[in-house]
């Protein structure tokens, strides 16, 4: 944000800097045509015959002299506002890094196995947004197997959140008429204003459809009438308004474009909740929360390298700062070893004891002396007093 703030403050200046220049080029310019305009009416008053009079001469020699002096000035401050100009550029160079080589890994997808992964997760990501022609291309060319990438239920909930924001309810309605318990046991609002879409839909086409919308509402609206009482009510005094139009009515918020996309990321929300799958992709995921890293990891190798102790982060599995990320963004527990005070991962899982307290790998390797091979040595919990032989630790896995 301080970045942001640094180039702003330029960018401000640069916006001050041009208006103040326009108001008063706007000023010099008009003085220029009016001085001309005079001029020429000074001139216009003798006889065709008659030649320039020395003091015609010299009132036209100073009218030049001006213009040639207001003009010189208007092209030395448009000389100055490049100048302006440039220091936003510098002030960008100086906050921003455009080259993100310094914190990513060369190695990470060198072998089949990333790649794979990687592939996998971008097809995946192409089915989830309705392209599945892209991710069946993508499948064919890396040589994917098509067992291992099945098209999820989200490429079904995508379409119908695309139609939704096209105006278009039927897919919708469908869909939450197969799924209407479910709904209602997670006390969701997703059917109800899909259906109050519908209704609205049905009005905006006029006197002519009132039959309609009321055969609509007696048809639809009577299973949420203990939850929407309040809704439904309102609902029916938009017919009042129909001679009028739903558009001239106090209603009118009703057919707003909001209500739509309100009730498309309804849809998504409740839908994905319902089948058990994020809304967002993997890919997404992990693209939000690398941009997210990225300031402070850019902010954080600088030091590094003023300090010539780059070498320390090369080659880790592990961020060397811990990153804040917002609470959608955490999917797992997180185990820390309370003797090491270290973060657990795939080389130092954690191990639960057989009195049920959990420790480090490399912690419960530090108690035991070393590697855990020796099944005559027997070790204290450092938290009771119950003896254990070190290969009796179960891995727990989060």
Known sequence: MESCAAVEKEVEKVINKFSAINDHSQRIIGDVISLIEKLRSSIAEGTPDNKVTPGQA??????????????QRLTTEHRDLHGTVSKVGKAIDRNFVADFTATSRTDAF????????????????FYRQGMDDVAD?????????TEDIVPEPYAELHRIWEAIHNGKLAP??????????ELD?????????????????????????????ITYARTNFAKFVRRFEKDIQILMGTLIYLPIGIH????KYLTAPEMWIE????????SCQLLGINKDSPLSVIVNAGCTALPALLNLKQVMMSRQVTGIWNGRDELPIEIDLEPENRFHSIFACPILRQQSSEDNPPMKLLCGHVISRDALNKLSNGPIMNNAFRLKCPYCPMEQCPSDAKL???
Not at 172 to 181: E, I, V
Not at 263 to 270: E, H, I, P, R
Request: aromatic share 8%; hydrophobic share 40%.
């Open 172 to 181: 919708a309605l469908d869909w939450a008429g197969r799924y209407s318990a």
């Open 137 to 145: 291309t993508l499948i064919k060319e890396s040589g994917l197997p």
């Open 110 to 125: 060198q072998t089949e196995r990333n790649v794979m992964l990687l592939n996998k997760i971008m097809a995946q990501h």
């Open 58 to 71: 010299e009132v036209l020699n100073d009218a030049l002299t001006k213009t040639k002096d207001k003009l």
């Open 263 to 270: 009730t498309a990321d309804v849809f998504l929300k409740d």
């Open 185 to 213: 046991a997670r006390n969701s609002s997703l059917e109800f204003k899909l259906h109050r879409l519908a209704f609205m839909q049905i009005l905006n086409e006029g006197v002519q459809a009132q039959t309609e919308a």
């Open 248 to 251: 001239n009515s106090p209603y």
């Open 396 to 398: 727990i896995y989060f």
